[in-house]
């Protein structure tokens, strides 16, 4: 069984509700858990969660990320509290995650969330998420540009090292906020489209592979989280990636005006069990 989680915080002055969007955790995972939006769709989901050491954990099994470049253990190690519990804070410098020659499907969607630290917008290019490295494999590369939160976006469609960019008009990140970001592509129309806080920010009909280059869905480069140099410097949570290329309205459920789709709690066990709600 489903439950839809509808409770709503009260504002300590007016005692009235804040209409403001609230995610939950479960005490006991064996009792019940939450389900997200399309689940039945994903392919690997990395929530970040971990507290120690240097695996970012996939909760279907399949692609363990290596943690690197980054203090993964003792005090003030790179697992911070962030969006949904835990995430990985990110240096700025060579920090990242290496999950492997992953292979994507002809349809996929890519969904995280990222906050900027202090300052971080201002600085230059840093790579927030990016597939690419073997060349004629090399597929797409995620950043936020020079000096400002504006993103861009590379897609190499030969596969090799000559990429086509596209830049966002706006600037969607915001330092020490969160912005939830969503990547989708169709295979069959080429159809590619970028989701700032489920807002298409870059969006293109066409963007097929070069003639005589390998299929996307061929490209066994490495998905890298962060870079080996000018590496994303903040924090990174819950992300995913789904064999299935998720509509706008999948992604406003994804978004959920900032507070995210971990709100429907599936019932697996017999017993009880603490749901703790946040803001």
Known sequence: DKIRLTGSSIDAETTSTTSLPLYYEVENSEIARLSVTQELMLKSHWKLDEVNYAEASDELLLHTGSVKGLQTTGSNNAWQPAKFSNGLLLDGVDGLVDFGPLQLD???TFSF????????TAKNEMTLLSKKGVNSMNHFRLFKNDGNGTIGFDLFTDG??????????TECL??????????????NSGALTLFA?????IS??????ANNALPYSFRFSNLILGAASNSFHGLIDDLRLYST?????????????GGG???TLEIIGFGQSKITAFQ
Do not use: C, M
């Not at 969330?113 to 971080?120: I, K, L, T, Y």
């Not at 998720?246 to 459920?253: A, G, M, P, T």
């Open 261 to 263: 789709d971990y709100h």
């Open 245 to 257: 290329d998720l509509n706008s309205s999948h992604i406003e459920k994804l978004y959920n005006l």
């Open 113 to 120: 969330w990222a906050r900027p630290e202090e300052n971080a």
């Open 197 to 201: 806080n489920a807002e298409p920010i």
């Open 174 to 187: 915001v330092d020490n906020h969160w912005t939830h970001f969503a990547l989708t592509y169709n295979g």
């Open 204 to 209: 293109h009909p066409n963007l097929k592979e």
């Open 160 to 169: 090799n090292n000559s990429a086509t960019q596209f830049n966002s008009s």
């Open 106 to 108: 002809s349809n996929f």
